[in-house]
């Protein structure tokens, strides 16, 4: 699973299922939301990031017609621990 952490919290990174579920790309989404296409390849893939600036999430929602939480979904520390503790066996 790929995400932002935060003090050992993770909030998983859904654009990409979002985009595919309504037939979007990230290149038509980096023409409607003046978001760099690198920028939204960096935060699909949750990569070389701890954050994401409102403006740019908030440019994301407006292209989309969404809310963050579309496209941002807390996980439970009890759910990560457990399947890092099953891949360590």
Do not use: F
């Not at 979002?18 to 979007?24: D, K």
């Not at 994401?52 to 579309?70: S, T």
């Amino acid at each position: 699973m790929r995400g932002l952490c935060y003090k050992g919290r993770m909030i998983e990174v859904r654009l990409k299922q979002y985009l595919e579920a309504h037939g979007r790309t990230r290149y038509w989404l980096a023409k409607e939301s003046g978001i760099d296409y690198s920028t939204l390849a960096r935060i699909e893939r949750a990569e070389h990031t701890n954050r994401i600036e409102l403006r740019v999430l908030d440019a994301i929602c407006r292209a989309l017609k969404c809310q963050p939480g579309d496209l941002l979904v807390w996980v439970d520390d009890a759910k990560t621990e457990s399947k890092r503790t099953r891949k360590g066996k």
